[in-house]
């Protein structure tokens, strides 16, 4: 699992190992899972986790979202950002527009790809990672 936020150390003298609980801190599928439940918020289409653990070293879990037109896309991208930021977890980076109809947002542990239908249908990431277990984050 790559780390986004560091290593939790605490600085008094040498550092070391913060004795405190990891607050505001979520695992790569309790991120995926908010991510998911963000785009259901804004009625996203065809919602999936895919979990790439034991297929790949570049990232835990995928999120695949489908929004029905590019304002769409772009209000689920903005809230996404938005909502994670007030949580404290900041994205290595953003790829993509909504014209373009594609959006990839990269939380290290988590990848988000916002799709148009378009797009989604192009790029088939579900078929491509056809071997990845699903996750599932409906409550």
Known sequence: MRQ???PGWSVRGAAKPASEPRRNRLT???LAIACARIADDLKAEDLLIL???K???ITDCFVLATAASERQLKAIADRLHR???ARGITHLGIEGEPTG???LMDYVDVVVHLFSREARAFYALEM???DAPRIPWQP
Request: net charge negative; charged share 25%.
């Open 55 to 57: 297929l790949t070293s």
């Open 28 to 30: 790569p599928q309790e």
């Open 101 to 103: 109809g594609w959006v």
């Open 51 to 53: 979990d790439l653990r």
């Open 4 to 6: 986004a936020h560091g």
């Open 83 to 85: 909502d994670l930021k």
């Open 128 to 130: 491509l990672w056809g």
